[in-house]
């Protein structure tokens, strides 16, 4: 099992940065991918960033690429999105999820979420 919160979300004005953290309370953390999602309303829930369990695989949904940054701190057990040049169309609830299979096409664990909201 494991349990997932998320905090950093709040309300920014385009161009600006925010930057989310998802702190992991399970036994064997390190040996999950972590992945940051988001869903916008009336729209679908998006992957926008994982990470394997150890750092070495990446992936960016495209049109986060050179924005955001994903990482981990294993001695933490907490993931991190780092997101600059915030623009409106960012606006939504940012999910972490958490799954033993970095390809995973649906996460087993997941956050509470946090909102994100971009001003133009």
């Known amino acids: 099992q494991v349990q997932l919160v998320e905090s950093g979300g709040g309300l920014v004005q385009a161009g600006g940065s925010l930057r989310l953290s998802c702190a992991a309370y399970?036994?064997?953390?390190?040996?999950?991918?972590m992945g940051w999602f988001r869903q916008a309303p009336g729209k679908e829930r998006e992957c926008v960033a994982t990470?394997?369990?150890?750092?070495?695989?990446?992936y960016y949904e495209d049109s986060v690429k050179g924005r955001f940054t994903i990482s981990r701190d294993n001695g933490k057990n907490t993931a991190y999105l780092q997101m600059n040049s915030l623009k409106p169309e960012d606006t939504a609830v940012y999910y972490c999820?958490?799954?033993?299979?970095?390809?995973?096409?649906?996460?087993?664990?997941w956050g509470q979420g946090t909102q994100v909201t971009v001003s133009s």
């Open positions: 999820a958490a799954d033993s299979d970095f390809s995973a096409t649906d996460y087993s664990y």
């Open positions: 399970a036994r064997t953390y390190r040996i999950y991918a």
């Open positions: 990470i394997s369990w150890n750092g070495g695989r990446l």
